[in-house]
């Protein structure tokens, strides 16, 4: 058996108050060190003690300095998966815009240098001065965060981005911004160098004659923000695809200017494979929505189908201001496949459009056995609905 005592050290009057001294001295030293940014950041953090809080260390971010200072709460991190969200942040806009029925066309080219330029024929950013703040729409949304027209308004009735960051991060987490909108009949541009405009909004050229309106933005993402800059093809092309599948007729080109054709577009069969083609290039436009993209996914799986047409139908409810839409096809295989959305976004957690789904499709398997006796008896257990 082992016994552990505790035993107090023997302090004396006189080497308390060397402490004491010590530890003020200590604390001088350091305020000094700090003010002279002479500690690191290990010393730094030891020396930050409860008694050094008081107002001068608070610190009010303004503007896009939040976002420049902890990206990864608006873009989820600084890797390749952040780099690559500043482009679906652009190409969201874009969507929305087809959303609310007036863009058909979206253009992405990664330029040569790992430059982004996203091109739609939508209504095009406002260039008039917003009320109350001084500068136009562009500027507006370009340098506020929270700006948009998706808080009401009547600007968008359905709408991806709710929170109205998208192009403001972009333009927080870049070297260089070029903005160009064609509207109310002209050319308008301005360039954003380090998150300040170069000069006020300025009106260009007159737009020709059958000339589609729109938004241009051309975007260099910051070296000294992200672990790399380079993008990756595949993941902007399997993202636009899936864009291209849940948005029925939308057309979305990507175009890579960074080196040869190499790769075609196995899906929708529309590459620009032409002798001499430079670049390479997909484009996908899918004029039956999730019907084909239903058809799309039980081709990857291999799976093979019980019936050959695909089921799909949608409603809407005008007075609730809801519309949905269903495709579906049974397979031989074991296992299910649901992917729900919600405004063209992922719900990979789930929600009460999935669980209504599921309730829905069990209750109607289980009156179709009942009604043609496969369930027999009244002891039999009905189908039960397997969690996925």
Do not use: C
Not at 254 to 281: C, F, S, Y
Not at 357 to 362: I, K, N, P, W
């Amino acid at each position: 058996m082992t016994f552990m005592t505790e035993v107090d050290p023997v302090v004396t009057e006189g080497s308390l108050l060397a402490d004491e001294t010590s530890k003020e001295e200590q604390l001088k030293a350091a305020a000094e060190r700090i003010n002279n940014a002479e500690l690191t950041e290990g010393e730094l953090d030891e020396s930050m003690a409860p008694e050094h809080y008081e107002a001068s260390d608070l610190r009010v971010l303004e503007g896009l300095e939040a976002v420049r200072i902890r990206p990864g709460m608006y873009i989820g991190s600084t890797g390749p998966r952040g780099l690559h969200h500043l482009v679906y942040e652009i190409v969201d806009n874009s969507v929305d815009e087809a959303l609310a029925g007036y863009a058909s066309h979206i253009e992405v080219t990664i330029l040569p240098d790992n430059g982004i330029r996203v091109v739609d024929d939508g209504r095009g950013i406002p260039v008039d001065e917003v009320p109350g703040e001084g500068v136009s729409g562009v500027e507006t949304v370009m340098t506020k965060l929270h700006a948009g027209g998706k808080f009401g308004g009547g600007g968008y009735a359905v709408s991806g981005g709710l929170h109205g960051v998208g192009i403001s991060v972009v333009n927080a987490l870049s070297t260089r911004v070029d903005i160009e909108v064609r509207r109310q009949g002209f050319h308008w541009t301005q360039t954003y160098i380090d998150q300040h405009p170069t000069a006020p909004l300025k009106q260009g050229e007159p737009m020709t004659e059958g000339e589609s309106t729109g938004t241009s933005v051309t975007f260099w993402a910051d070296p000294k923000i992200f672990e790399t800059t380079i993008y990756d093809f595949e993941t902007l092309r399997s993202r636009f695809q899936q864009m291209a599948f849940l948005n029925k007729g939308l057309k979305i080109s990507l175009t890579d200017e960074r080196e040869n054709d190499q790769a075609g577009d196995e899906v929708a069969g529309d590459v620009a494979d032409e002798p001499g083609a430079k670049h390479q290039t997909v484009t996908y436009q899918y004029l039956n929505g999730i019907k084909d993209y239903v058809d799309y996914l039980v081709k990857v799986r291999k799976a093979t189908p019980v019936e050959e047409d695909v089921i799909s139908f949608e409603a809407e409810d005008l007075k609730l201001g809801i519309s949905a839409e269903l495709a579906m096809q049974w397979t031989t295989a074991y296992s299910e496949a649901v992917h729900t959305f919600a405004n063209t976004i992922s719900t990979t957690e789930g929600g009460t459009h999935e669980e209504g789904f599921r309730a829905a499709l069990t209750s109607l398997v289980n009156r179709y056995a009942r009604d043609k006796g496969i369930l027999k008896g009244q002891g039999r257990e009905p189908l039960r609905r397997r969690r996925a």
